[in-house]
């Protein structure tokens, strides 16, 4: 095996005859020598006037490889092992549970939605319908927020852990060859839910529980130790370990927490609203104003500029994709994107937000440190009563009247299946918001030209891009810092920022875990 690093036009790196003549030229070999082309890494590199892919391979002159995954996993049988409470089946409680099975431990996974096949059924239902089930919608449900919400798989938190492990584990339960090489790896919402359903497979083939509609809605807490969990139906359940992954839309949970002296900080977070061009657009702009092609993916962006002392940035950007209704409550509205494995959508949006800070939100003091979530809420219910009160229909203006300050007469079309209806965001969200956002698009514009257009559309609002609250915990022994036993994990904890720094900290919390119990 050699390893080899090239610098391909498109074509090369998409067509495998044309790349195993490069690689046969790179080594000075005839092509009938070569056996086997394994991507190592690859990355587009758009910077110049023509696009090249940069291809890490290695090159098999035997036989075939048998894997690229060469991660090991050890999944016991834990029947009967010690049973360790799992709050929340999103990407942070779905690895918690299946590290916990390697480490020996049964995990009893609770769900207060649906599984994952029943949940897309519930979500149908909610785009014909217009209306929203509270419990099983695009936030709550097994696979959490992330399973419909593109299965991007890129993190910086690199540190925490090990990001190769977590991919090999996507892998093996079905995810596409390509996320362990690309950088900027993705499943798709298409293919998710597959992959999510499989993780469930083994956490019960090895002796694991899963359920499904369980709420929980208190902790056994005695003598500053866990003991277990209270469940909406009026049961509990035991366990001396509690990891709590309940993700950042279950606002009932910091209530319960806060109601009951549980110790919560408060944290920087952001908002702001969805933004989407035509992907032909965005193609055009960042592939020099030629066309993409078939060897090209849709074109993604990444922006961030500094305004008045804060943060102004596109978060979660889907090419080739859609906006979705991520509501969890009556009377508010709240969007996100999405885009399948292929990203063929004719759209391309991006979440595009304002750092805020606890210092920026004065008038809502009076509620400590739930100040920011009381804040989230506010401009939710602002987006909902500007659509007319009309169930999920969103409220959205062409992006080049927003900077001006003045209402769309007419809006172009929009991937939104619940549709959008012509309001003066420009208006309505709080000035500190949108004044910040009306100068950071100017400012992408000079980055990338004719970002700043009405042939594009902003869709409010996009407010669930981080938790306003941390539930804080010892940074050795990832437990709270009150409750011995229990394990605050995840982005609703306000410890990760993604699927994979969520999957990352699940493992990690259940190795604590497993080092508690010893």
């Not at 239902?125 to 419990?135: A, V």
């Not at 090990?162 to 919402?189: C, K, M, N, W």
């Not at 982005?491 to 990352?504: L, P, Q, V």
Request: hydrophobic share 35%; glycine share 10%; with cysteine.
């Amino acid at each position: 095996m050699q390893s080899l690093q090239l610098t391909l036009s498109p074509e090369q790196a998409h067509t495998p005859e044309l790349l195993k003549q490069a690689v046969a030229k790179a080594l000075s070999l005839p092509p009938t020598q070569i056996s086997h082309i394994r991507p190592v890494r690859k990355s587009i590199d758009a910077r110049g006037r023509f696009v090249k892919i940069n291809l890490a391979v290695e090159v098999f002159t035997g036989k075939e490889p048998i894997t690229s995954d060469t991660i090991p996993l050890h999944y016991q049988d834990v029947t009967n092992k010690e049973e360790v409470i799992v709050v929340g089946a999103g990407p942070a409680g779905l690895f918690a549970a299946l590290r916990l099975i390697e480490l020996g431990l049964k995990p009893i996974l609770l769900e207060r939605g649906q599984a994952v096949t029943e949940r897309k059924r519930d979500l149908a239902q909610m785009i014909r319908s217009n209306t929203l089930n509270p419990e099983s919608n695009y936030c709550f449900g097994e696979g959490g927020a992330g399973a419909f919400s593109d299965g991007k798989l890129y993190t910086r938190s690199k540190k925490k852990g090990d990001v190769q492990r977590i991919l090999s584990i996507f892998h093996r339960h079905g995810a596409q060859d390509e996320i362990l090489y690309e950088t900027h790896p993705h499943i798709g919402t298409d293919r998710l839910p597959q992959v999510i359903k499989a993780m469930r497979e083994t956490i019960l083939e090895h002796g694991g529980e899963v359920r499904f509609n369980t709420k929980v809605t208190g902790l056994k807490v005695e003598d500053s130790q866990i003991t277990g969990v209270e469940l909406a139906d009026g049961s509990s359940l035991k366990s001396k370990a509690v990891i709590l992954a309940t993700g950042h839309s279950a606002r009932d949970v910091y209530h319960l927490l806060h109601n009951n002296n549980i110790a919560l900080e408060a944290k920087g977070f952001a908002m702001g609203v969805r933004v989407e061009h035509p992907q032909e657009l965005i193609d055009s702009i960042q592939y020099h104003r030629r066309e993409r092609g078939e060897f090209l993916p849709a074109a993604a962006y990444n922006l961030v500029e500094q305004v008045d002392d804060r943060g102004v940035y596109s978060f979660c950007m889907c090419p080739g994709g859609h906006i979705v209704p991520a509501s969890t409550g009556a009377k508010e509205l709240v969007v996100n994107g999405m885009s399948a494995s292929h990203r063929n959508s004719p759209f391309a949006n991006s979440g595009l937000v304002v750092e805020i800070r606890p210092e920026d939100l004065g008038e809502y003091q009076q509620y400590g440190v739930l100040a920011g979530l009381h804040f989230q809420q506010y401009v939710e219910e602002l987006a909902f009563f500007n659509n007319g009160s009309k169930g999920l229909t969103a409220p959205a203006q062409r992006v080049g009247d927003f900077v001006k300050g003045k209402l769309s007469g007419s809006l172009p079309d929009c991937s939104y299946l619940p549709g959008v209806l012509s309001s003066p965001l420009h208006f309505w969200l709080p000035q500190h918001i949108s004044s910040r956002l009306q100068q950071g698009f100017k400012k992408f514009d000079r980055k990338m030209h004719g970002y700043l257009t009405n042939e594009a559309l902003i869709v409010g609002v996009e407010s669930r891009s981080s938790s306003p609250v941390r539930i804080p915990r010892d940074m050795e022994t990832y437990q709270h810092v009150q409750i011995a036993g229990l394990f605050p994990c995840g982005e609703g904890a306000g410890y990760a920022g993604g699927i994979t720094s969520s999957a990352i900290d699940g493992e990690n919390c259940a190795a604590a875990a497993k080092r508690y119990l010893e």
